[in-house]
């Protein structure tokens, strides 16, 4: 039964692995030398030349990374790794907390320290090449060694007092788990902007001037009530473009890039916060919220029912059952499921930002919207003409032609 096991998840690594190789290819028989009629009122000759520059330049990268990993990971199941890293950790403790934190930190390490040459090679030389870079070494040493402390304290945290929970409860640890990470994710929503992103960026209030007094004036319109308008130093890694919502209530702020005020207009800016504001009022990241919680308590829940298997931990050649290898072999299993439910969950996401833009162009301006979304595309240097396989597989959002056909529907509604 546990070479059954074992065959299983290395048959689901292939197939997975395989599925996304496939993805990526047909994406390569949308490339063209030749600028297509579609995107002719959005890119040059030259820059579209430089997009699909870009995206072959990514795609080749994509390809040896992706190849390097999905080896690492198959002969880590092929010749007993996990076995062999959870005896160390067991050797060095025999606290069950103890050495799951011993046994996913040095996994978490290893991994991090072997890929960072590809993170490297992505972040100095191909986004260099493209003028996309900001990142200093210094500040790439800096926000590695912040993500190693914060996955150590958040992590190390969070999985010491589940297993812990775990151990006083057994199967029906995942009631618990499922109320703490609800309460966690709770927390992190409502102080993420406010607690973790200044510990890598620098937030400052928007000044007084012409774009606040839009942007108030917009939302006072809408019935809005926004307090906290802030400008992130994005400039400090990349010259991509960005902004986000974040918060609830009181908490709610909008954080929009120094590299997004200086490409867009005032109007466009509006129309952006518009989309973002739309989110909010059609009451999408309770939604997202709500519907993360429930596939967190579904996925603990179906956990709860392997993780003390002898038949799991032996399929990955230990034969003593502990928390930390079950959750190994059941992360492989579940995939899956969890690819299934994230395809819905894209599909749903993709809804929310035609009905963001639909929004923003009813309450506001939708050429403006349009005008943005494309000068936004164009200087990331976006690929316009995706496969729609690629696109129903990974695309939280619509691409851009089927954004500006929707805005130009709704124009025609109105």
């Not at 009122?41 to 390097?68: C, G, L, P, T, V």
């Not at 046994?103 to 003028?131: C, H, K, M, N, Q």
């Not at 992103?197 to 774009?211: A, D, R």
Request: overall charge neutral; charged content about 20%; proline content about 3%.
């Amino acid at each position: 039964m546990e070479q059954t096991i074992l065959g299983l998840i290395i048959g689901i690594l292939i197939f997975e692995f395989a599925l996304e190789r496939f993805l990526d290819y047909l994406n390569t028989t949308r490339w063209s030398d030749q600028l297509p009629d579609e995107v002719k009122d959005i890119y040059d000759e030259e820059k579209y030349r430089r997009q699909q520059a870009y995206e072959k330049a990514n795609h080749r990268f994509s390809m040896i990374s992706s190849s390097f990993t999905f080896i690492l990971v198959l002969l880590m199941f092929l010749l007993a790794g996990f076995a062999l890293v959870n005896s160390w950790a067991t050797q060095i403790s025999q606290s069950p907390i103890g050495s799951a934190l011993i046994f996913f930190g040095i996994l978490l390490l290893a991994s991090d320290i072997l890929t960072t040459p590809f993170s490297v090679y992505d972040t100095f030389v191909i986004e260099e090449r493209f003028g996309f870079n900001k990142t200093t070494p210094k500040t790439f040493i800096l926000d590695k060694l912040k993500g190693w402390l914060l996955g150590a304290i958040i992590g190390g945290g969070l999985l010491s007092l589940i297993i812990w929970i775990y151990q006083l409860t057994t199967t029906s640890f995942w009631i618990y788990a499922w109320i703490i990470i609800s309460g966690f994710s709770l927390f992190m929503v409502l102080f993420y902007s406010t607690l973790i992103v200044p510990l890598f960026n620098k937030q400052t209030p928007l000044e007084e001037g012409e774009l606040k007094e839009a942007i108030s004036r917009f939302a006072a319109k809408t019935g809005f009530k926004l307090d906290h308008i802030f400008v992130i130093d994005g400039s400090k890694r990349s010259t991509k473009a960005n902004a986000y919502f974040t918060g609830l209530g009181a908490k709610k702020r909008v954080v929009l890039y120094d590299t997004l005020i200086n490409d867009l207009t005032t109007d466009e800016l509006v129309a952006v916060l518009a989309h973002e504001i739309g989110h909010y009022k059609k009451k999408h990241i309770i939604g997202s919220l709500a519907l993360g919680t429930l596939q967190t308590g579904v996925m603990l829940f179906i956990f709860s029912l392997f993780v003390g298997s002898p038949i799991l931990s032996r399929a990955l050649g230990v034969e003593q059952p502990t928390f930390h290898i079950g959750l190994i072999a059941f992360g492989i299993l579940y995939s899956p499921l969890s690819a299934l439910i994230g395809i819905g969950m894209n599909m749903l996401s993709r809804k929310n930002e035609y009905e963001a833009d639909a929004f923003a162009a009813e309450h506001f301006n939708g050429e403006a919207l349009a005008s943005a979304l494309k000068k936004l595309s164009v200087n990331n240097l976006s690929n316009l003409r995706p496969h729609p396989a690629y696109v129903f597989f990974h695309y939280s959002h619509p691409t851009l032609l089927q954004r500006l056909e929707a805005l130009k529907r709704v124009a025609r509604c109105e």
